[in-house]
């Protein structure tokens, strides 16, 4: 059984990382402990929570469920990659406006989920909006604020988007 | 939703955003996975007993301890000497104490019972190790099921103990007997409530920091009840208090379970100083379905007696509550078997109660205090029996509840358990209610067959009252003596002018930083932005009881009322100074201090705090007056007091699948004075949502032998956003008459309605099929079964 | 893996092995990466048959034209399957090797009748869909095997589908649920039926009581309902802490007449 270490080198949020991993250590253990970047949450470690929702090479993706060695070479965005400087992006300030969040410990996840959606699907309906959101769980909300947040956001983007 | 706007007299009733979002929102929340490791730290993973009743013979660690990166491999024979067994040891007649070790020593009492515990350089490592751990375990007889442990021959959970009842209770009001048996009708039923889990996202975790020159262990850890935690591990350790610091940190949910002291935190403290190293356990998801604290799992035998009129004349309940395999720090087992009986009178005015309550061991993890404790379930049962009434009689659900219910100008009403009722709105919560519903229209279109569009379709009211804010004398009454009752706050006004406020709270979503400040922002006129609200840290807050069953509003709402007042007086007098003018006729307004009716005549609080903290040319110390300017208040409210609300769910029922959906859902709320309405439809929207779960699909598991079944997100179902509909939510206000700024609490009453008003809601659709709602959760199959007659 | 043996594990998506291995269910020692064999991501038209790569995600099969023109059933089925995160990652491959009983793919696949491609060692094989679902969570490949190519059929122009199915609650994990696909001729009579259960047993079940049932019948209420209610006798659900048998039998009569009104309907799926 060889669990030697390996170089990973990856781009996350924009910045390189490279660090020396044993293989079975999961992409969620090495966002959080090896860069740091601990607002990506682990809520289940058997992917249906949805809190360590991440995105990996352009598609969202469950941290937990990927080995941060298949992330070797690739790009992925965290949530501490969304604001834009200073200033929350246009669906963290729906969450924000909308009291879309209690704990927070989901939210992360929900934000990762939410930017692939609202890219794919700029106009969603209530049903599709609740769809999307079924595949993370929150205790906290009730997820009527959520849908909310994403009914906010979505038509906030698509007024940006005809500017 | 809207911020405050300048030239608005109150911050308290507004929506303010939350000041947590920010960090939240960027991914900066720091969760107790998130606090720094300091060099060395080791991690902790716990062997877990596969077996639910089990002595251990022999614990075999020598292959665990060989393996790279392991440090320490522990049993519970190496930390008897330091941790003895714990428990809430109260005294109350028919309580039996059952104390709990940190680690088994010689017997295992459910699956989930820790055996020993690795600490490694990692936590794959550590879990590496446990695999490696062999225990010679000879297997005994279990029980899961709490009507299985009263039987004689049941096998003995703790065998110090003549039985498996570590707690009986019972009272029955004078007259009882003669009021019962002349009423016109009797109903029985037998109610079954599942065992549900807290499950909140983050899972529990510690990470204990030991510090080797004051010898001290700093514990952050995912704890609702930092100074109570404090309390029970220096207690338990046999150490002093200054040995030990909690801290609360961003906590990922508590919702009860996080209220209660854990083996993992005095292990992970306790080994800490052993060691001389930080030591840091964060558990996974089946451990947690295993071994964090369960809730529910009750059997109420309820007799109703009730008039012709559908007046009820006298209520008896018996109740059995499985307790689990131990007594938990600091409630106790009697939490549960009490709250029930205590709550099911509801807003109803019967002047006969007898009840009987007994908590039961079995072999599965211990039960305790989750949102509502038994008042969902109690109040699930009331209403049921008032539906079934109803129907009995030939008389609308609505009228029956009017001919019992205690009516606003009754208030304060005592009620049939001496439980005072304060002020409350229960006709006007359910009128409203019914106008947003369209009860009328709803009924119009009903049919006797229910069927709508292919599908059974029912409405279910309740009518539910929520204890709130329970101070001291409560919980002495209730024989609580590990819970102080009160709560404090720490104002005070820094040298630059802001305001930095600590309260005994600490926070697991319910937004205490934006609440409290704005609170205090109306006491002293000052912004909610110039306020900084802290908490959760034994060192840097006052002492207190901590946040659950819905106290934040009340004690900390309290607590930060009585310090603003002193802080107040302080900072008029040194206004006064400034301004050359007598402190009464000074007014806060706007983060300055001016003369009454003379706006140009002011000072701001920097130019305030400036002169009290002595950061001025001349002394601008007024006379008889000290340097500094903060001020320390505790609070405890006179008894508690009574939020109350009307639940109203439409729901339809899939006549080929038995799957229920909630298609509308209603609620008017009264929680006193509405701090800031945004948080408290949130905090029911989530209630709501955690009791549709429990109503319709949650349940822990356990098999015959105390084996858990339900120890996954795929086995364990919590509701999504496909489950639960958006609340039609209104306020109505009934400030209360007991509590300093009129505030209840407001974080169970979600709960609390919701079961009552969805099974009710499926009893009325399933009315058709003549089924009694008595057991939880009404799955679909369980639903089926009742259409398919199956159950007869 | 010929190398090692039953310590070795083809790691597709890890949408269904990497939960079993975070929880120490599954504790292979070594795991072979397939994600980054881009040679076995493809989609291929050929004559007759749409052809599968085992490493093509779930989501381009759902996002894929040719998929919704020429094999309408895995098109419906798609957006059942788990939650959009999980198809990103989630492949045809690794869904149909896993053999979850509840899976949507497995149900489709035996609908269509698709031609499974094993490959190891010593060359390909083909298994028939019908005995390559063996029992709960066992497939017929064997240890040193993998599903290397899944060959589905193409659907005629006259072909509907449909896919309906049911849990616990909703938007969480399926229990039952059917695949269906119709040919009616010109009079609307049904030429061929083909009815699939997953979640109604060890493996997906064809349902052919209902499909005899419909043969030669319109799409109507009583025909659906009496075809539905036949479908009972073609399954022999287990009993978990999820559903009764009996719940299960009584959801797949369910699923059947739900799937044949969505056909009848012209609905599609989300």
């Known amino acids: 059984m060889s669990t030697a270490r390996r170089e990973v080198r990856v781009t996350v949020n924009g910045r390189a990382y490279s660090r020396s991993v044993e293989p079975r250590m999961l992409l969620a253990d090495f966002v959080r402990h090896e860069c740091g970047l601990t607002g990506t949450h682990v809520g289940c470690a058997h992917g249906v929570c949805g809190a360590c929702t991440v995105v990996l090479d352009g598609v969202s993706a469950r941290s937990c469920l990927t080995f941060a060695i298949q992330a070797d070479g690739k790009e992925i965005t965290t949530v501490e990659g969304l604001a834009e400087g200073d200033s929350l992006n246009a669906l963290q300030q729906a969450f924000h406006e909308n009291h879309a969040l209690q704990c927070g410990y989901c939210t992360p996840g929900f934000l990762m989920s939410l930017t692939e959606f609202l890219r794919e699907t700029p106009d969603p309906d209530e049903a599709q909006i609740r769809e999307r959101l079924s595949g993370n769980l929150c205790r906290c909300t009730g997820y009527a604020n959520i849908v909310r947040a994403v009914q906010a956001a979505a038509q906030r983007l698509r007024e940006e988007g005809r500017t | 939703m809207s911020t405050h706007d300048e030239g608005s007299d109150t911050w308290v009733g507004k929506a303010v955003l939350r000041k947590e979002d920010q960090r939240l929102l960027r991914g900066f929340g720091t969760y107790v996975d998130d606090v720094p490791e300091p060099r060395g730290t080791l991690h902790l993973s716990m062997l877990r007993s596969p077996y639910a009743h089990a002595r251990v013979l022999s614990v075999d660690t020598s292959e665990a301890e060989s393996l790279d990166g392991v440090v320490a491999v522990v049993t519970g024979a190496d930390v008897a000497d330091l941790i003895p067994p714990f428990a809430a040891d109260y005294e109350r007649p028919g309580f039996k104490i059952s104390h709990r070790p940190a680690l088994a020593t010689d017997t295992v009492r459910f699956v989930g019972d820790g055996v020993a515990l690795v600490l490694a350089e990692n936590a794959y490592v550590a879990e590496d190790a446990i695999g490696l751990i062999y225990v010679e375990y000879v297997p005994l007889p279990a029980v899961a099921d709490v009507e299985e442990a009263l039987q004689p021959d049941a096998p003995r959970i703790h065998e110090d103990l003549e039985d498996n009842i570590l707690l009986t209770g019972g009272n029955k009001t004078d007259g009882f007997d003669a009021v019962f048996q002349s009423a016109d009708h009797v109903f029985r039923e037998r109610f079954r409530i599942n065992r549900v889990a807290g499950v909140a996202m983050e899972p529990r975790g510690c990470l204990a920091i030991y510090d080797k020159a004051e010898d001290a262990v700093t514990l952050w850890t995912g704890t609702q009840v930092p100074h109570m935690l404090r309390v029970g591990i220096a207690r338990y350790l046999g150490w002093s208090e200054s040995q030990v610091r909690v801290v609360a940190p961003d906590v990922g949910g508590g919702f009860g379970p996080k209220m209660y002291l854990y083996p993992e935190e005095l292990l992970a403290v306790a080994l800490a100083r052993q060691y001389r190293s930080p030591v840091k356990w964060i558990e996974d998801r089946l451990e947690d379905f295993l071994t964090t604290y369960h809730a529910r799992d009750h059997v109420y035998d309820v007799e109703v007696a009730f008039n012709d009129d559908g007046t009820v004349q006298a209520v008896n309940v018996d109740v059995l509550v499985n307790s689990g395999a131990y007594s938990n720090y600091p409630m106790g087992v009697g939490l549960e078997p009490f709250q029930g009986p205590l709550n099911m009178p509801g807003p109803y005015r019967f002047r006969q109660f007898a009840f009987t309550c007994k908590g039961i061991a079995t072999n599965t993890c211990s039960t305790g205090a989750f949102r509502g404790v038994s008042a969902p379930c109690v109040t699930m049962a009331m209403e049921g029996m008032m539906d079934r009434m109803a129907r009995h009689l030939g008389l609308d659900r609505v009228e029956i509840r009017r001919r019992n219910i205690i009516h606003s100008d009754e208030f304060p009403y005592l009620n049939v358990n001496n439980q005072r009722y304060d002020t409350g709105s229960y006709v006007e919560c359910l009128d409203r209610a019914l106008e947003m519903v369209d009860y009328e229209g709803y009924l119009a279109a009903q049919t006797p067959e229910r069927i709508i569009d292919g599908k059974y379709r029912g409405i279910g009211i309740a009518v539910v009252t929520e204890l709130t804010g329970q101070g001291a004398a409560r919980y002495k009454a209730r024989n609580l003596s590990d819970l102080p009752g009160f709560d404090g706050a720490h104002l005070a006004i820094e040298p630059n002018g802001q305001v930095i406020a600590s309260t005994s709270f600490s926070s697991q979503g319910q937004g205490h930083e934006t609440v409290f400040a704005q609170v205090i922002a109306d006491e002293l006129g000052v912004s909610v932005d110039d306020i900084t609200v802290r908490g959760g840290d034994t060192q840097n807050s006052p002492f207190g009881t901590g946040t659950f069953a819905s106290r934040g509003a009340v004690l900390g709402g309290g607590a930060v009322i009585r310090a603003s007042g002193d802080l107040r007086e302080k900072i008029k007098k040194f206004a006064a100074h400034l301004l050359e003018a007598s402190p009464d006729d000074i007014v806060l307004e706007g983060g300055h201090a001016h003369v009454q009716g003379v706006r140009e005549m002011r000072v701001s609080f920097y130019e305030i705090a400036r002169a009290a903290y002595g950061l001025t040319d001349s002394m601008q110390l007024p006379e008889g007056e000290d340097f500094g300017l903060e001020a320390l208040a505790t609070y405890d409210p006179p008894a508690s007091s009574i939020a109350n609300a009307c639940h109203i769910a439409c729901v339809a029922v899939d006549a080929a699948t038995g799957i229920v959906e909630v298609e509308r859902y209603i609620v008017v709320h009264d929680c006193g004075r509405v701090i800031n309405p945004l948080l408290v439809e949130s905090q029911v929207q989530g209630g709501v949502a955690q009791g549709l779960g429990q109503a319709l699909f949650e349940e822990v598991l356990y098999d015959a032998e105390g084996q858990l079944l339900s120890a996954t997100l795929m086995d364990y179902m919590v509701p999504t956003a496909c489950d639960v509909p958006t609340l039609e939510f209104e306020h109505i206000e009934s400030p209360s008459s007991d509590t300093l700024g009129g505030f209840k609490g407001a974080g169970e009453g979600g709960v609390i309605g919701s079961l009552p008003a969805i099974a009710c809601a499926v009893g009325d659709a399933l009315v058709p099929v003549g089924a009694n709602i008595n057991r939880l959760p009404l799955r679909p199959d369980t639903v089926l079964s009742l259409i398919e007659g199956a159950d007869g | ?270």
């Open chain 3, 1 to 270: 893996m010929a190398e090692h043996g039953i310590d070795a594990r083809p790691l597709a998506g890890g949408q269904s092995l990497v939960p079993l291995i975070n929880m120490r269910m599954a504790q292979p020692a070594v795991l072979v990466d397939l994600n980054r064999c881009s040679e076995l991501a493809y989609l291929r038209e050929e004559d007759g048959v749409l052809a599968c790569g085992p490493m093509i995600r779930q989501r381009e099969l759902e996002l894929s034209p040719l998929v919704r023109r020429h094999c309408p059933l895995i098109a419906e089925a798609m957006p059942h399957m788990g939650h959009a995160t999980i198809r990103n990652r989630g492949t045809a491959g690794g869904s149909l090797s896993h053999a979850d009983p509840s899976a949507e793919l497995p149900g489709v696949a035996l609908a269509m009748d698709a031609e499974m491609v094993a490959e190891g060692p010593n060359g390909r094989r083909n298994i028939p869909v019908a005995e390559f679902f063996f029992a709960e969570l066992t497939t017929a490949l064997a240890a040193d095997e993998v599903l290397r190519e899944i060959r589905f059929p193409k659907a005629n122009s006259h072909t509907v589908a449909a896919f309906a199915e049911v849990g616990s609650h909703f938007g969480g994990l399926a229990i039952v649920g059917v695949a269906a696909q119709v040919e009616r001729d010109t009079a609307g009579r049904c030429t061929k039926v083909v009815l699939a259960a997953t979640g109604a047993g060890e493996r997906p079940t064809r349902l052919p009581s209902a499909e005899s049932i419909l043969t030669g019948e319109a799409l109507e209420e009583r025909t659906i309902m009496a075809a539905a209610e036949a479908a009972a006798s073609d399954v022999d659900p287990l009993e978990d802490l999820h559903a009764s048998a009996h719940w299960r039998r009584r959801a797949a009569v369910a699923m059947v007449a739900q799937a044949l009104r969505q056909i009848a309907a012209g609905v599609h799926s989300r």
